[in-house]
């Protein structure tokens, strides 16, 4: 936030009055510039204390009295000993006096300063000690809190906020003195989304999207209402929101133009070719690969199953999505789901890779992959998928869009769209919420859980890979086949 001329930030971070003295002034003072320290580090404090004394300057020398010192008027305004009380209101400032004419006056003259300059409401209350908490004390405070939710949703708050911390340091001059909370303001926010719009996207070198600005923001007011909640904040409007709205159509828009994008047949056909898939050295990595080409599930929905979500349901092969285990986590509630288990899976051998595996005394289908990783246990299989599509087919997508293993859902959700699958059906199927991803609107899908059974007749049709040429499944057995 710009300073007034008449506030100066020191490089210990204590905040000085300075008022240039008017030239026909200057002789019988002394003086050309007042500048004395405010004591203080807290902005808003500082900002009061100076409007206090360049107001009382400018009316002593509209009358003529310079009798109080600069010292005398600023132990007064240091220590409140002013005859009128400034009101923070949803409108701008007032005043309440009944000192004298010239206190009247210098009150006046103050609420006109504060609302020209636009400074910030705070409710009148002055700020608690705990408010002079270093921004950074504050973030790693609250990251201790981060402790539920998806995997990767955490790190993303705190990156946002973190992000939020080094721009601030960024535009402050050298100083030893950290950000304090209590200095903090609304404007600080929207100059950081400012500063967001002109920075290029890492992975295509163009403008950020207003919707990534807006989920950073997001994340951001949460921060703020954590330290409202806590007392390391002044309580009132969150300073983070109302910088950046997306719309929901603008939403829809974007993710069509930069979101995944499906794969083609003849890609597919690529894909699953036997010289392809052995590219890809680990079995997981194959694995993670064809059950989201069968099932549209979330790679690490896929990568994090245990042998235990393996389960018969009415004479069905099934696979049971769910949050129960350890290491697991799913996007939505509406992720959880449990879904038939398609015969070309079967065919490849995947039910007796779980029987072989519970032999073995394993509790996890893929026990190789590294479930702590930032990305989730699918974190090795996307790079390998992302390395077969971009070094050894040459397959990339069209304009700002993006491919890899999140694009089988969206071939799979195409799929069943385009045969003609009942919305219902596809939800139960690929666990969406509210149908969001399926269709152009945005209406609920309500009703009873669809069994294993009808889930097979209705959607496996329109998922017959091997009809398609897509998937060989004699051809590709062995690739499946214990080492």
Same mark, same amino acid.
């Given at each position: 936030?710009?300073?007034?001329?008449?506030?100066?930030?020191?490089?210990?971070?204590?905040?000085?009055?300075?008022?240039?003295?008017?030239?026909?002034?200057?002789?019988?003072?002394?003086?050309?510039?007042?500048?004395?320290?405010?004591?203080?580090?807290?902005?808003?404090?500082?900002?009061?204390?100076?409007?206090?004394?360049?107001?009382?300057?400018?009316?002593?020398?509209?009358?003529? /009295?310079?009798?109080?010192?600069?010292?005398?008027?600023?132990?007064?305004?240091?220590?409140?000993?002013? /005859?009128?009380?400034?009101?923070?209101?949803?409108?701008?400032?007032?005043?309440?006096?009944?000192?004298?004419?010239?206190? %009247? &006056?210098?009150?006046?003259?103050?609420?006109?300063?504060?609302?020209?300059?636009?400074?910030?409401?705070?409710?009148?209350?002055?700020?608690?000690?705990?408010?002079?908490?270093?921004?950074?004390?504050?973030?790693? =405070?609250?990251?201790?809190?981060?402790?539920?939710?998806?995997?990767?949703?955490?790190?993303?708050?705190?990156?946002?906020?973190?992000?939020?911390?080094?721009?601030?340091?960024?535009?402050?001059?050298?100083?030893?003195?950290?950000?304090? #909370?209590?200095?903090?303001?609304?404007?600080?926010?929207?100059?950081?989304?400012?500063?967001?719009?002109?920075?290029?996207?890492?992975?295509?070198?163009?403008?950020?999207?207003?919707?990534?600005?807006?989920?950073?923001?997001?994340?951001?007011?949460?921060?703020?209402?954590?330290?409202?909640?806590?007392?390391?904040?002044?309580?009132?409007? %969150?300073?983070?929101?109302?910088?950046? =709205?997306?719309?929901?159509?603008? =939403?829809?828009?974007?993710?069509?133009?930069?979101?995944?994008?499906?794969?083609?047949?003849?890609?597919?056909?690529?894909?699953?070719?036997?010289?392809?898939?052995?590219? #890809?050295?680990?079995?997981?990595?194959?694995?993670?690969?064809?059950?989201?080409?069968?099932?549209?599930?979330?790679?690490?929905?896929?990568?994090?199953?245990?042998?235990?979500?393996?389960?018969?349901?009415?004479?069905?092969?099934?696979?049971?999505?769910?949050?129960?285990?350890?290491?697991?986590?799913?996007?939505?509630?509406?992720?959880?789901?449990?879904?038939?288990?398609?015969?070309?899976?079967?065919?490849?051998?995947?039910?007796?890779?779980?029987?072989?595996?519970?032999? /073995?005394?394993?509790?996890?289908?893929?026990? %190789?992959?590294?479930?702590?990783?930032?990305?989730?246990?699918?974190?090795?299989?996307? =790079?390998?998928?992302?390395?077969?599509?971009?070094?050894?087919?040459?397959?990339?997508?069209?304009?700002?869009?993006?491919?890899?293993?999140?694009?089988?859902?969206?071939?799979?959700?195409?799929? #069943?769209?385009?045969?003609?699958?009942?919305?219902?059906?596809?939800?139960?199927?690929?666990?969406?919420?509210?149908?969001?991803?399926? /269709?152009?609107?945005?209406?609920?899908?309500?009703?009873?859980?669809?069994?294993?059974?009808?889930?097979?007749?209705?959607?496996?049709?329109?998922?017959?890979?091997?009809?398609?040429?897509?998937?060989?499944?004699? &051809?590709?057995?062995?690739?499946?086949?214990?080492?």
């Amino acid at each position: 936030m710009r300073l007034p001329n008449y506030l100066v930030l020191s490089p210990t971070g204590v905040y000085h009055f300075r008022w240039k003295v008017p030239k026909r002034f200057q002789g019988p003072l002394g003086l050309k510039v007042v500048k004395r320290s405010l004591g203080t580090r807290d902005a808003r404090v500082a900002h009061l204390q100076a409007l206090v004394l360049a107001s009382r300057y400018a009316v002593a020398l509209q009358g003529g /009295d310079m009798a109080k010192s600069v010292d005398e008027l600023l132990r007064s305004a240091q220590k409140g000993q002013v /005859d009128f009380e400034v009101v923070a209101g949803p409108h701008g400032y007032t005043v309440k006096t009944d000192g004298s004419a010239q206190d %009247n &006056a210098a009150a006046l003259e103050t609420v006109r300063l504060l609302n020209a300059q636009g400074v910030a409401s705070v409710g009148g209350a002055p700020l608690s000690a705990s408010t002079r908490i270093a921004l950074e004390m504050a973030v790693e =405070k609250w990251s201790k809190t981060l402790t539920s939710g998806a995997r990767k949703t955490p790190g993303q708050k705190l990156e946002a906020v973190k992000a939020f911390v080094a721009w601030k340091n960024s535009t402050r001059k050298r100083s030893p003195a950290r950000v304090a #909370m209590g200095d903090l303001s609304k404007t600080d926010c929207a100059e950081w989304v400012i500063s967001l719009k002109q920075t290029p996207a890492a992975r295509t070198g163009k403008p950020l999207t207003d919707s990534y600005i807006e989920t950073k923001t997001r994340w951001l007011s949460l921060f703020f209402d954590w330290a409202m909640a806590a007392g390391y904040y002044p309580k009132g409007d %969150n300073i983070a929101r109302g910088h950046i =709205k997306v719309s929901k159509k603008a =939403k829809r828009l974007q993710s069509k133009k930069t979101g995944w994008q499906p794969f083609e047949v003849a890609q597919l056909k690529m894909i699953f070719a036997f010289p392809a898939l052995k590219a #890809m050295r680990r079995q997981s990595s194959r694995w993670v690969a064809m059950i989201a080409l069968y099932t549209g599930a979330r790679s690490n929905e896929i990568a994090q199953l245990e042998l235990a979500d393996f389960k018969i349901v009415d004479g069905v092969k099934c696979i049971h999505i769910t949050t129960e285990g350890a290491d697991k986590s799913l996007k939505t509630e509406a992720s959880e789901r449990t879904i038939p288990i398609h015969p070309d899976l079967l065919a490849l051998g995947l039910w007796k890779l779980v029987e072989r595996l519970q032999d /073995d005394g394993e509790s996890k289908l893929f026990p %190789n992959l590294t479930f702590d990783a930032k990305n989730g246990p699918a974190n090795g299989p996307q =790079k390998a998928f992302s390395h077969l599509l971009s070094d050894t087919l040459k397959i990339a997508a069209r304009g700002d869009g993006r491919i890899g293993l999140h694009s089988f859902r969206k071939t799979v959700i195409q799929r #069943m769209q385009d045969g003609l699958v009942g919305k219902e059906f596809r939800v139960a199927y690929v666990g969406h919420e509210g149908g969001r991803d399926l /269709d152009d609107d945005h209406s609920a899908v309500y009703g009873k859980k669809v069994s294993p059974t009808v889930l097979a007749a209705q959607c496996f049709p329109a998922l017959d890979w091997a009809n398609l040429g897509v998937v060989k499944v004699a &051809a590709l057995t062995p690739l499946f086949a214990p080492a």
